[in-house]
């Protein structure tokens, strides 16, 4: 029999494109294709790529010139560029002199296996086209064994954002089946999983026929009482009072919510398109905590957006305090080509945009070790992960909330639900010591009475 083709994947950006990867991984796995971590070993190179912003893909143009060394030594080594570079930039990659083999959009992956053979046979191949239905809701991810599992449930995104290029390379908005979302939450079940994060660019706009995103979460929260759901990323304008309170009532779904916020104030986030003011951010936040009083909210936030001022920024600084997010991911803007924002110009000085971003993550940081400190003498629940980077002795996991925390190995295991109680904390980490199993671990019965 022939040698199987092996594939090496690398994924770049969102958690998207790590979910998508494991769509092109069973796609390539159905025609005949194994997997391989190794480079060298490899016969199709594919980097899955993020447009985002600029520094993401002058990383894949920088791997993109390695893989150019390797196809040196391996000339018959096929090299592809998937997801959201392959949309926006799809001229420049196809160049004559470039080494690029296959430039593939996000919604074009079933059509891998016969792009790859015509590679083979000396045609570069170029599928860029953007779908409105497609959404591979038939296909199961290949997933390796683990605790944690991404389960893309809509794609695309209608926000039109004015900075930003996902409506322009992931294309309009569609949801995957209700049913065939719980389905495979239920084989991720029985395969061991104790974690799904619901994935969408905007994910609270699912929507399935009648069901809306708390149908679904309701819907994936009941098929295993002992996995935790998270989600991401919700838009404030589609974060509905029902989600709120699907989300307070369901036990296992995680009391942690990522909100981007981008800027605080109102002038920029009209220029932005974020349809919704300051005032109305901090009402939904307001309402958030009153629903569900453990909460814990982080959020994006973009320093330097074209025209910011000082007084702009400083209301960005507020906005921060004011809510008290308990993480924050934070950007220079970076002017995207054809969005609206690329035409507003690119007139905050890079050392500018540079300052306030390092303002705005020395105050987050101030707020993320407040609120971490606090957890010191507390209990709280983590699910085991795996060993901490930092140490071998230690096991790292997260609790409800999103916060990692570090603790002796002990005799727990990975996949187990733990007490742990914290000693000590910085912005980033809480460390502390396990107090053995947690109820949930121990099966009671109590916290499955709201099933
Ligand atoms: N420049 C900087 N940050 C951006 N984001 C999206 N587009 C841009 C851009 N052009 C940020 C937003 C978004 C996150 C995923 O990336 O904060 O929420
Ligand atoms: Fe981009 Fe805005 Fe859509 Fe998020 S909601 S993917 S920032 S356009």
Known sequence: MAKKRQVYIETYGCQMNLADTEVV?????????????SLRSADVVF???????????????????????????????IVGVLGCMAERLRK???????????VVGPDEYRRLPELIEGAINGERGIAVKLSRVENYDDILPLRTEGISAWISVMRGCDKFCTFCVVPFTRGRERSRSMESIVREVEHLGARGFKEVSLLGQNVNSYLDGQHDFSDLMAAVAHVDRSMRVRFTTSHPQDMSDKLLRTIAEQENICNYIHLPVQSGSDRILDLMNR?????????????????????????DIIAGFPTETADDHHRTLDVIREVGFDGAFTFKYSPRENTKAWHMGDDVAEELKTERLNEIIDLQREISLQKNEAMINTACEVLVEGESTKSANDYCGRTDSNKMVVFPKGVCEIGQYLNVRIDRANSATLF???????????GDPKLAANA
């Open 25 to 37: 991984l069973s796609i390539l796995a159905g025609a005949g294709y194994g997997q391989t971590t």
């Open 47 to 77: 980097v899955n790529t993020c447009a985002v912003r600029e520094n993401a893909e002058q990383r894949v143009y920088g791997r993109l010139g390695d893989f150019r060394r390797y196809k040196k030594e391996n000339p018959g080594m």
């Open 92 to 102: 420049d990659l196809m160049q004559s002199e470039s080494h690029v083999d296959l």
């Open 275 to 299: 349809t919704y003011t300051r005032g109305q951010y901090l009402s939904l936040v307001h309402k958030i905590r009153t629903m569900i009083p453990e909460i814990s909210l982080s959020t």
């Open 432 to 442: 502390g010591i396990s107090l053995g199993a947690s109820a949930r671990e121990i």
